[in-house]
């Protein structure tokens, strides 16, 4: 059975949420009384560390990690059978935060990943801001405190809480209505129903009279007090409540006596009249409120909740402890720690004594004096800053102008009363140290007023003592923190500035002081932040010479110290630091060199320490990262052994903690870029394996934690790379499945963050790959529907924020990927409509910012797209102006970049197309002229890469459109020419590539056109050459792909081609010959599809061919019966074709 503890949130104890420390001491002791192991272990380490846990400045999670998950990973190893019965924390939380957006600092500190790392997997933490009354009945008596909100299912808690609690009292006539009231009085509040049902067990027959029962916690209270009390409460017991209501933590009872100068007699009678809202813990003789709201109601803390005549004023309280403290300092001179409770409470007694504390002159006297102890004289007779740190905390936790105006003061009255330097350094010093805590804590505002008050205490130390090397170097600190400030703020060029003026006071101690390794290391240091920070505001160049300056310092003190584990590992972040910069430039020689010296240096380092987790995991990322770097030089099989060098480090640290799930993160992101290497490789098989490797700790880590956005957005993508492997290995079926699978997780995620723009991009993105692939599939109906979804969703995002241009632009691109399918579906109209919408999107686009060249680039392509539908549709002088707008666009782009070849291909496509257009008009003299423009871009292309086979296969387009036009205008040379350019070509790579069945049927296209016009020019013997290489070709093709009835048909046409040409030089034996091979494919076309329209008429032109060569007339008679009889066939059944309607006139069929 799983053991749950339950440890308390305080929403209403403010004190408790100033100071999170106590937070944790706090759930460190209730564990400590459920875990005996864990309690010894924790006492062991509290006794050996004494000082230091009682230091409120400690770091909050530094104090959660030792205090609670040190002890817990000791428990780890001694105690197995807590992986069989897990540990379950229960933290009731306020309500002032949902879901995963948690402030407060203890569920940060649950939800930090690294801590999350570090803890054992039996224990589970829950935040809730509602107690769940299960466990409350499971584990009654579990020190746990509950002030419930509001919630829709808060009624029937409660009434079950009530029907388990009173059960054999509730009188079953009445029961239906005592349980309505009871519920309905509770107010929303826990307690309430807590103290009723103790009441009600104590005297049954409250339940007599259910209207009397009181409304909520305040008529609880009213009740209470009126009955206790009626006349007002007697002095004694306000004293003790004033006290009470005073103390930031529970009160000795001793202290309250000695300060009421009660017996124990008197003390012990006033405690039974305020039980149970008053406690007495026996173990730490404290008294303690049973529920913060006693307190609330009494100082009359929540609005409208009057108490009258028990009214507590704390400044009563207050007073009194402080007067009682302060008599104890004077006598007191000794300060060991921990302090006594009214010493180490002093100040914020003082302080709160009145609400305007600077206008009483004792208070002022008794505050300034206290910071002359702490901070005055000699440092071993000072008082512990512990002292002013609480008050410190107080203040700000209690804000309010007076109380912030009143610290301001009294520390500017003591650094003008003061005048020993130390003193003044000692309170900066305090100030600095606190900035740091304060900053981590989200108190910017005072962080920022401690830091600028630090800083003009050591300025004017510092011009009054040029000598003192340390306070020049604590003012260098000083800038550098408040450039550290205003890095985190993102406020780059302040933060500039701030370490500028650093830079300036250490370069100036360091040239004073050449030896000293410290000041140097720490120059070294702040070049590098430095660095970040050019980096951030995009200055490459001064980052990389911030880089420059902190690797040079790190070479010289490894030099001078070549064994110094901490210098060597610095050094190893300059050069990595170095090579990122040197990335980013593109210097990725230079940037290889760097990481090959991090490397080098990591390696020494892991191997002379292997149990340091923390450099194994940077060096499997540097790994990777010069993986990186060799993939773009081009160096796979060097990229791979890296890549593979990160994963053996990844998998080695997993080896030893297999549940760190930080390690199984990077693990995925390490199967993903061995995944991405392969698929670099065409390894398409290998990458399928990495990926699936990635995508299957994904899961694991998903299904550990599935609020983990950052691991969701991981499987995400790991779903999507495995549907493009599957996609590009022709496995559209998986791939669909996958894309699917990412869809999935969009859907989600975008639900529930709807304003997070990277989901609703992934979203947009998974519709279109399943769009995609449905096209691919060849499903027209569900590619359209998968990219209307995209475009609605696109559309609804723009309409919330018309100014977002990545939305523009997602718009754009659905409406092209709906044109594209309308035009395949034959759709015209509709595909001319979306190609306009998307035209008009860039339009929009083009207008916001006429620089962008990208939204230029999709404007000129919208515009292709539009002229291609309408040359399609018919409308010439239409698709000639929206190409010559998308031409106009492109020459504009390729003025300011002459260097982007893809603006310089699409510009040469754009006129070969208006070329097309001409063609078609008649205008053969523009056409030429067109096409010239289109060859000129592909001559300066493939100049540039004669390597690249798309541009020469274009170019071979290119001179063959040349011929066309050039044969058009009866100029038969000039097409042979052309034409003979383009079979250069073509002969070319179909050498390099002989398996290429495009550039096949692309060089049988061209053997065919020279053989066109060698005929025409009488050139016989060339002709027969040129149209014999042509079938030569188309013969090789059937042979490898007997199947392909294209390419069978091709062959025929090649024969037909063939015996046409002999039977025009009276050649009828080599006529018939052909036209026999011709009859013989045309029939085992039609006898594999005899249903296939095209198959039939072409049979019946390869008998009419037949027909026209044979001289016998029954044979004459045999072919033209057949042909006859096939297509009156065809025309019987009704079929409706172009070439039938020939056929008909031929044979005279009506």
């Keep these: 059975m799983r053991k749950w503890l339950l440890s308390p949130f305080v929403a209403l104890l403010v004190e408790s949420w100033a100071?999170?420390?106590?937070?944790?001491?706090?759930?460190?002791?209730?564990?400590?009384?459920?875990?005996?192991d864990y309690g010894q272990i924790l006492k062991d380490k509290v006794f050996k560390k004494e000082k230091r846990y009682s230091n409120p400045m400690i770091e909050p999670r530094k104090l959660f990690e030792e205090l609670i998950i040190d002890p817990f990973t000791h428990l780890k190893v001694q105690r197995k059978d807590l992986f069989t019965q897990p540990v379950t924390l229960v933290i009731d939380g306020p309500d002032d935060d949902e879901g995963l957006e948690i402030k407060h600092e203890m569920a940060q500190l649950i939800r930090d990943r690294e801590l999350q790392n570090k803890t054992p997997a039996w224990i589970r933490w829950i935040i809730t801001s509602r107690c769940e009354l299960l466990i409350l009945l499971l584990y009654k008596g579990t020190p746990i405190q509950v002030d419930l909100y509001i919630e829709e299912n808060q009624r029937a808690d409660f009434r079950a809480y009530y029907e388990k609690r009173l059960s054999g009292l509730l009188p079953e006539q009445k029961r239906e209505n005592i349980l309505e009231t009871l519920v309905n009085r509770a107010g929303g509040s826990f307690l309430y129903c807590e103290l009723m049902c103790d009441d009600i067990e104590r005297d049954p027959r409250m339940l007599r009279s259910p209207k009397k029962f009181p409304e909520g916690m305040n008529g609880y209270l009213n009740r209470f007090f009126s009955v206790r009390f009626p006349q007002g409460l007697d002095d004694r017991t306000r004293d003790v409540l004033s006290l009470m209501c005073a103390a930031v933590e529970p009160l000795e009872a001793d202290l309250i006596r000695k300060i009421t100068g009660m017996k124990k007699t008197e003390f012990e009678k006033c405690l039974r009249a305020v039980d149970p809202l008053v406690l007495y813990e026996e173990k730490t003789e404290t008294v303690c409120f049973y529920h913060t709201i006693v307190r609330t109601w009494l100082t009359w803390e929540q609005g409208g909740l009057q108490p009258?005549?028990?009214?507590?004023?704390?400044?009563?309280?207050?007073?009194?402890?402080?007067?009682?403290?302060?008599?104890?300092?004077?006598?007191?001179?000794?300060?060991?720690?921990?302090?006594?409770?009214?010493?180490?409470?002093?100040?914020?007694?003082?302080?709160?004594?009145?609400?305007?504390?600077?206008?009483?002159?004792?208070?002022?006297?008794?505050?300034?004096?206290?910071?002359?102890?702490?901070?005055?004289?000699?440092?071993?007779?000072?008082?512990?800053?512990?002292?002013?740190?609480?008050?410190?905390?107080?203040?700000?936790?209690?804000?309010?102008?007076?109380?912030?105006?009143?610290?301001?003061?009294?520390?500017?009255?003591?650094?003008?009363?003061?005048?020993?330097?130390?003193?003044?350094?000692?309170?900066?010093?305090?100030?600095?140290?606190?900035?740091?805590?304060?900053?981590?804590?989200?108190?910017?505002?005072?962080?920022?007023?401690?830091?600028?008050?630090?800083?003009?205490?050591?300025?004017?130390?510092?011009?009054?003592?040029?000598?003192?090397?340390?306070?020049?170097?604590?003012?260098?600190?000083?800038?550098?923190?408040?450039?550290?400030?205003?890095?985190?703020?993102?406020?780059?060029?302040?933060?500039?500035?701030?370490?500028?003026?650093?830079?300036?006071?250490?370069?100036?101690?360091?040239?004073?002081?050449?030896?000293?390794?410290?000041?140097?290391?720490?120059?070294?240091?702040?070049?590098?932040?430095?660095g970040d920070i050019e980096k951030g505001r995009g200055n490459l160049n001064l980052a990389r010479d911030a880089c420059e300056k902190f690797l040079a310092i790190m070479l010289e003190l490894t030099a001078k110290d070549p064994d110094d584990a901490v210098l060597l590992e610095n050094l190893s972040v300059s050069w990595n630091d170095f090579g990122d910069i040197e990335a980013e430039l593109l210097n990725l020689d230079q940037a290889l060199k760097a990481y090959e010296k991090c490397l080098e240096i990591l390696l020494d380092l892991t191997e002379k320490d292997p149990a340091n987790t923390l450099r194994q995991l940077v060096l499997g990322v540097v790994f990777g990262k010069a993986a990186g770097i060799e993939a773009k030089l081009g160096n796979l099989t060097r990229a791979r052994e890296n890549y593979e060098k990160a994963l053996a480090t990844t998998l080695e640290l997993i080896a030893k903690d297999p549940a760190n799930t930080r390690w199984q993160s990077n693990l995925c992101l390490d199967w993903e870029r061995m995944g991405d290497l392969e698929e670099q490789l065409g390894n398409l098989d290998r990458a399928r394996d990495a990926y699936a490797k990635a995508l299957e700790i994904r899961l694991d880590l998903t299904a550990i934690d599935p609020a983990n956005t950052d691991w969701l957005q991981g499987l995400y993508q790991n779903w999507d790379k495995i549907g493009g492997i599957e996609e590009a290995r022709g496995n559209l079926d998986k791939a669909l499945e996958a894309f699917e699978k990412s869809l999935g997780i969009t859907l989600d995620l975008t639900e529930k963050y709807p304003t997070r723009d990277v989901w609703q991009l992934a979203l947009g993105a998974s519709l279109h790959r399943i769009g995609g692939i449905e096209e691919a599939r060849g499903n027209l109906d569900q590619a359209l529907e998968a990219f209307e979804k995209d475009l609605a969703h696109k559309l609804e995002l723009a309409k919330k924020d018309p100014a977002n241009t990545d939305w523009l632009r997602g718009i754009d691109v659905s409406w092209n990927k709906i044109g594209d399918i309308e035009e395949k579906r034959g759709n015209l109209v509709q595909a001319l409509e979306a190609y306009t919408k998307s035209m008009e999107t860039n339009l929009v686009l083009t207008k916001k910012d006429p620089t962008n060249t990208l939204w230029l680039h999709d404007l000129s392509v919208s515009w292709n797209k539009i002229g291609d539908i309408e040359e399609k549709r018919g409308s010439l002088p239409q698709a000639r102006d929206a190409y010559k707008k998308a031409q106009t666009i492109l020459r504009k782009l390729t003025k300011k970049d002459s260097t982007n070849t893809d603006w310089l291909r699409d510009l040469g496509v754009t006129w070969s197309k208006i070329g097309d257009i001409d063609a078609a008009q008649g205008n053969r003299a523009q056409a030429r002229n067109a096409y010239g423009k289109d060859l000129a871009s592909l001559f300066e292309l493939t100049e540039k890469d004669p390597a690249n086979t798309d541009w020469l296969l274009d170019l071979s387009v290119s001179w063959s459109k040349i011929g066309d036009i050039e044969e058009a205008r009866g100029k038969p040379y000039q097409a042979l020419e052309a034409y003979e350019k383009a079979l250069s070509i073509l002969l070319e790579l179909t050498e390099k590539d002989p398996a290429n069945t495009d550039w096949l049927l692309e060089l049988s296209a061209s053997w065919v056109k020279i053989g066109d016009i060698e005929k025409a020019q009488g050139n016989l013997p060339e002709a027969q050459d040129a149209y014999e290489k042509d079938l030569a070709i188309k013969l090789?093709?059937?042979?490898?792909?007997?199947?392909?009835?294209?390419?069978?048909?091709?062959?025929?046409?090649?024969?037909?081609?063939?015996?046409?040409?002999?039977?025009?030089?009276?050649?009828?034996?080599?006529?018939?010959?052909?036209?026999?091979?011709?009859?013989?494919?045309?029939?085992?076309?039609?006898?594999?599809?005899?249903?296939?329209?095209?198959?039939?008429?072409?049979?019946?032109?390869?008998?009419?061919?037949?027909?026209?060569?044979?001289?016998?007339?029954?044979?004459?008679?045999?072919?033209?019966?057949?042909?006859?009889?096939?297509?009156?066939?065809?025309?019987?059944?009704?079929?409706?074709?172009?070439?039938?309607?020939?056929?008909?006139?031929?044979?005279?069929?009506?």
Aim: hydrophobic share 35%.
């Design 19 to 36: 100071n999170i420390n106590r937070i944790i001491g706090s759930i460190a002791c209730q564990l400590a009384f459920c875990l005996e």
């Design 1036 to 1150: 090789e093709l059937t042979e490898k792909d007997p199947e392909n009835t294209d390419w069978q048909r091709s062959y025929g046409i090649s024969l037909s081609r063939l015996g046409i040409f002999h039977q025009q030089q009276g050649d009828t034996i080599r006529a018939k010959e052909y036209l026999l091979r011709v009859l013989e494919l045309r029939r085992s076309l039609v006898d594999r599809a005899p249903q296939e329209i095209d198959y039939n008429i072409g049979l019946v032109y390869a008998l009419l061919g037949l027909y026209s060569v044979v001289e016998n007339e029954e044979e004459k008679r045999e072919y033209w019966g057949e042909a006859s009889g096939i297509t009156k066939y065809l025309a019987g059944k009704g079929v409706e074709h172009g070439q039938l309607d020939a056929l008909k006139k031929i044979f005279g069929i009506e």
């Design 308 to 530: 009258d005549i028990y009214e507590i004023e704390p400044e009563k309280g207050h007073r009194m402890l402080a007067d009682y403290g302060w008599d104890y300092l004077q006598k007191k001179h000794d300060w060991k720690e921990p302090l006594d409770y009214v010493i180490e409470n002093l100040g914020i007694h003082l302080y709160a004594s009145s609400k305007k504390p600077l206008k009483y002159k004792t208070i002022r006297d008794r505050l300034l004096e206290l910071f002359q102890k702490s901070f005055s004289g000699e440092e071993k007779a000072r008082l512990p800053e512990t002292v002013i740190a609480d008050l410190l905390s107080y203040v700000i936790a209690h804000w309010s102008e007076d109380y912030e105006t009143g610290f301001k003061g009294i520390v500017d009255r003591f650094l003008k009363s003061e005048t020993q330097p130390e003193a003044k350094h000692a309170l900066a010093d305090f100030l600095h140290n606190r900035c740091n805590y304060d900053s981590k804590r989200r108190d910017t505002g005072w962080a920022r007023w401690m830091l600028q008050r630090q800083r003009s205490v050591i300025e004017e130390l510092v011009e009054a003592h040029p000598e003192n090397t340390e306070w020049l170097w604590d003012l260098g600190e000083s800038w550098s923190k408040i450039g550290d400030i205003e890095k985190k703020w993102e406020n780059l060029d302040q933060a500039r500035d701030a370490y500028e003026k650093a830079l300036a006071i250490m370069l100036e101690l360091t040239a004073k002081d050449p030896a000293n390794t410290d000041w140097l290391h720490d120059l070294g240091l702040r070049w590098c932040i430095v």
